[in-house]
């Protein structure tokens, strides 16, 4: 069996942290992709798809510390539906992606909030590219902060797929 989604988009709106009764730390996502085509009559369509995403643990804290609206992510996961009751007692169902990894791909002084103070301070910002990974420990044995990958500073093309001319080329 397999579960697995990976998606590119923006945020709809900022991060929302929570805790859990236990103390960890939950944050939910609002990421719209998006995809046109041209239908027969020879229009162009446009079609937003919205997706929620629950982030656990550090990365939450990660995303809620340094994604905003507009923030353009990578995020590699598995559907997960879950059950609950509205007001009226009637049983209600959310689908939602469950993040494994999430991978900020904005370049150093775009979207996020750089211009807040928030990302990477007054500098403009930094390649913030956080996973999943359990933090590297020093030689010493003890953890520190996860650290962010560095990358170049290389242009990442198109934030959707219906922005690039030659995305049916791509080989997946």
């Known amino acids: 069996m397999l579960n697995k989604v990976m998606i590119i988009g923006r945020l709809g709106r900022d991060p929302e942290l929570r805790y859990t009764q236990s103390g960890a730390p939950i944050a939910s ?9 041209t239908d027969r009559d020879g229009n162009k369509v446009e079609r937003t798809e919205w997706h929620r995403v629950s982030v656990f643990q550090r990365q ?5 510390n340094y994604l905003a609206k507009g923030s353009l992510v990578y995020v590699e996961g598995s559907l997960q539906t879950r059950k609950w009751q509205d007001q009226q ?4 169902y ?3 992606i469950k993040a ?39 030689q010493a044995g003890y953890g520190g902060r996860a650290q962010p990958r560095q990358q170049q500073n290389d242009d990442l093309g198109p934030a959707f797929p219906s922005e690039a001319s030659s995305m049916d080329e791509v080989p997946f």
């Open 60 to 64: 939450a804290e990660n995303c809620a």
């Open 94 to 96: 959310t689908t939602e």
């Open 100 to 138: 494994q990894r999430v991978q900020f791909l904005d370049r150093k002084g775009e979207g996020g909030r750089a211009g807040q103070g928030g990302m990477g301070g007054p500098q403009g910002g930094f390649e913030d590219n956080f996973d999943s990974a359990p933090p590297q420990r020093n």
């Open 29 to 37: 996502l609002n990421i719209a992709t998006d995809e046109s085509y």
């Open 89 to 92: 007692g009637q049983d209600r």
